[in-house]
């Protein structure tokens, strides 16, 4: 691997680790924003009607939690590959290919992480009373305005929770990530691929395990300001 090292708050990386590290907070960052808006209407939708498929739209929500990442992956290849039945199309018309880039790689970890996403949020959604929605809403209020006023705010705690766990799962996102835009260094290499190169590699042992704790620490600091975000959400809303 190179032998270039990058010195960041007194630890060493190698250039190889750092590059895959930038990649993996870009990826993940990337994939909670842009499924974020996505993931609050679909939770809200879910909370708060009933409808006629609503039990199997929350199926194909939730089945990427059980489908093989490598599914998710191929599914996402034929799709919204280059050539795909989504992709050639976003490809001709508005130049946009998702095909062997990090673009592809958020957007795989993006439909891997959704599920909990909308999960976290939708029970968030789903322990605001109704009560206090009808109540604004006889006082004159709109339906727009009672989401953006009363029901979002009450529930951010569960969408902090989601933003938080959806980040660290698009950190951790390895098969559908190399299905879909392969193993590519610089490209699409996150912290998983990087550490799949590294076993592979003779002699880098030592190199996959600092990959390792790096990953275990980025992870556990994403849970830590969960915590500490959602105490902060708490004592604002002045639940405890």
Known sequence: MINDSINFLGISFSAFEWAAII?????????????????????WILARYSFYGKTLLDSLIHLPLVLPPVV?????L?????????????YEWFGVSFSFSWQGAAL???????????????????AVDVGL?????????????????????LAFPGILAGIILSFAR?????????????NIPNQTQTIPLAMYSLIETPGAQDAAWRLCLIAIGLS??????????LRLSKARLGRG
Do not use: D, H
């Open 220 to 229: 556990f600091i994403a849970l830590l300001v969960s915590e500490w975000l």
């Open 23 to 43: 990649l993996s907070l870009k990826v993940a960052l990337n994939a909670v924003l842009w499924s974020l808006p996505f993931g609050i209407l679909t939770a």
């Open 78 to 90: 034929i799709s919204m590959g280059k050539k795909g039945i989504i992709g050639r199309y976003l």
């Open 133 to 153: 929605e009808q109540a604004a809403r006889t006082l004159g209020a709109s339906r727009i305005r009672v989401f953006f006023t009363l029901s979002l705010p």
């Open 72 to 76: 998710i992956g191929y599914m996402l």
């Open 108 to 126: 795989a970890s993006a439909v891997v992480a959704f599920p909990l996403l909308v999960r976290a949020i939708r029970t968030s959604f789903e």
């Open 170 to 182: 698009s950190l951790g996102e390895f098969g559908a990530t190399i299905t879909f835009v392969s």
